[in-house]
């Protein structure tokens, strides 16, 4: 934009005369910065500006006649945050889409690719909410690629990344991509700037992905989130608790909670599967909890652990065996299951505890074997 000092003077000035008292020192402090080309002063008192949802009427003809004309001297990132904030402005997602096109190629430039990768994402985020799948992923990909050449980069940056990465991957319905990206979006914020409705939204959508997912066993990052308190006071309280149920295959819990599954369609739909997922569970907390010498179980054994018949146990073992949960070995014909590891999760008070007792058993065992040797060897051992 051609830039004009009367032009722009004018415009501020005419800014301040019909703005509300509260904003003046503001604007005044604008028109200052400006004027003394301050730019990085500029920029800070643009974006408390900018911040505030009753500058919504004057943001979209500021940005295009104001900071347009200095674009190119300030923070590019923080130039596109600014341009984040006028988005909403706009009417409709397609005047939005033309917006952050014309944005994304401004700051395409070898000094500013954090800048390009931010303004990007917003593309491919409006690109999504127009349901153009396609050219959303090669935006995202491409955003991708650039980010895996930063040694560092704001963590603004990667938090909008993750948060419309995450975005596609629900809408495309692959749960397992979307449960990671959503959590290492959450990683990259402070849950507490979240509203209680954003908060209880993002835990209830990564509780269904974590469980119709049929990749993810181990809810480990989920449960020890603090976002999954979120959905305490709500309709769906019981779904923690559903999937503290899973994490200790607790089968009896399952079969109370199990009532509310029609209360969703997804897993009303996935009841079969969700229903396969609970023995596995129950089979990985029945080895979890025999001691590492005693984890030949027979088939019978594992059918009273995990409810499921006996013909079925051979297909569940299998099962564990092809997903890494359990690693040992099937003898079909003594219908013998031999496990020598488990895949590690996280524990609940109660699994704990039984750790806690196995700890102490394993204690006892080496007492007994430390006096068995000091009685058997006598004198050859020195005191």
């Given at each position: 934009?051609?830039y004009d000092?009367?032009k722009?003077?004018?415009?501020l000035?005419?800014l301040?005369?019909?703005?509300?008292?509260?904003?003046?020192?503001?604007?005044?402090d604008?028109?200052?910065?400006?004027?003394?080309k301050?730019?990085?002063?500029l920029?800070?008192v643009?974006?408390?500006?900018?911040?505030n949802?009753?500058?919504?009427?004057?943001?979209?003809?500021?940005?295009?006649?104001?900071?347009?004309?200095?674009?190119?001297?300030?923070?590019?990132?923080?130039?596109?945050?600014?341009?984040?904030?006028?988005a909403?402005?706009?009417?409709?997602?397609?005047?939005?889409?033309?917006?952050?096109k014309?944005?994304?190629?401004?700051?395409?430039?070898?000094?500013?690719?954090?800048?390009?990768?931010?303004?990007?994402?917003?593309?491919?985020d409006?690109?999504?909410?127009?349901?153009?799948?396609?050219?959303?992923?090669?935006?995202?990909d491409?955003?991708?690629?650039?980010?895996?050449t930063?040694?560092?980069?704001?963590?603004?940056?990667?938090?909008?990344?993750?948060?419309?990465?995450a975005?596609?991957?629900?809408?495309?319905?692959?749960?397992?991509?979307?449960?990671?990206?959503?959590?290492?979006?959450l990683?990259?914020?402070?849950?507490?700037?979240?509203?209680?409705?954003?908060?209880?939204?993002r835990?209830?959508?990564?509780?269904?992905?974590?469980?119709?997912?049929?990749?993810?066993?181990?809810?480990g990052?989920?449960?020890?989130?603090?976002i999954?308190?979120?959905?305490?006071?709500?309709?769906?309280s019981?779904?923690?608790?559903?999937?503290?149920?899973?994490n200790r295959g607790?089968?009896?819990?399952?079969?109370?909670?199990?009532a509310n599954?029609?209360?969703?369609?997804?897993l009303?739909?996935?009841?079969?599967?969700?229903?396969?997922?609970?023995?596995?569970?129950?089979?990985?907390?029945?080895v979890f909890?025999?001691?590492?010498?005693?984890?030949?179980?027979t088939?019978?054994?594992?059918?009273?652990?995990?409810?499921?018949?006996?013909?079925?146990i051979?297909?569940?073992?299998?099962?564990?065996?092809?997903?890494?949960?359990l690693?040992?070995?099937?003898?079909?014909?003594?219908?013998?299951?031999?496990i020598?590891?488990?895949?590690?999760?996280?524990?609940d008070?109660?699994q704990?505890?039984?750790?806690?007792?196995?700890?102490?058993?394993?204690?006892?065992?080496?007492n007994?074997?430390g006096h068995?040797?000091?009685?058997?060897?006598?004198?050859?051992?020195?005191a």
């Amino acid at each position: 934009m051609s830039y004009d000092p009367e032009k722009t003077a004018q415009l501020l000035a005419d800014l301040r005369s019909n703005a509300p008292e509260e904003f003046q020192q503001t604007l005044i402090d604008i028109e200052d910065n400006w004027d003394q080309k301050l730019w990085h002063q500029l920029t800070d008192v643009l974006v408390n500006f900018f911040s505030n949802p009753d500058t919504a009427p004057v943001r979209k003809g500021l940005f295009q006649k104001f900071i347009s004309t200095f674009a190119d001297k300030i923070n590019q990132l923080k130039y596109v945050y600014l341009g984040l904030l006028v988005a909403p402005d706009y009417k409709n997602d397609e005047e939005r889409l033309k917006f952050f096109k014309d944005l994304t190629k401004k700051v395409d430039k070898p000094s500013s690719q954090d800048a390009y990768v931010y303004s990007l994402v917003a593309l491919a985020d409006v690109k999504l909410r127009l349901e153009d799948y396609e050219d959303a992923r090669k935006d995202l990909d491409k955003a991708e690629s650039i980010l895996d050449t930063f040694d560092s980069v704001e963590t603004e940056v990667h938090a909008a990344f993750y948060r419309t990465n995450a975005r596609y991957y629900q809408a495309k319905l692959e749960f397992a991509a979307f449960y990671k990206n959503a959590l290492l979006y959450l990683a990259c914020i402070d849950p507490k700037t979240l509203s209680a409705e954003e908060a209880s939204s993002r835990a209830y959508d990564l509780s269904l992905a974590a469980l119709v997912s049929d990749t993810i066993y181990n809810f480990g990052e989920l449960l020890l989130h603090p976002i999954l308190d979120s959905l305490s006071n709500t309709e769906h309280s019981w779904l923690p608790r559903l999937l503290f149920a899973y994490n200790r295959g607790d089968l009896a819990a399952y079969s109370v909670l199990e009532a509310n599954l029609h209360r969703v369609p997804l897993l009303q739909e996935h009841k079969a599967f969700l229903r396969q997922k609970i023995s596995l569970s129950a089979l990985t907390e029945a080895v979890f909890r025999r001691s590492p010498h005693d984890r030949a179980m027979t088939f019978d054994t594992i059918a009273k652990e995990t409810q499921v018949e006996p013909q079925q146990i051979e297909i569940l073992i299998m099962k564990a065996l092809s997903l890494g949960l359990l690693r040992g070995s099937i003898d079909q014909v003594a219908e013998v299951a031999r496990i020598n590891w488990v895949q590690p999760k996280v524990l609940d008070m109660k699994q704990v505890d039984n750790m806690r007792g196995r700890l102490k058993e394993w204690d006892s065992s080496v007492n007994q074997l430390g006096h068995w040797i000091e009685g058997v060897g006598k004198d050859v051992w020195a005191a």
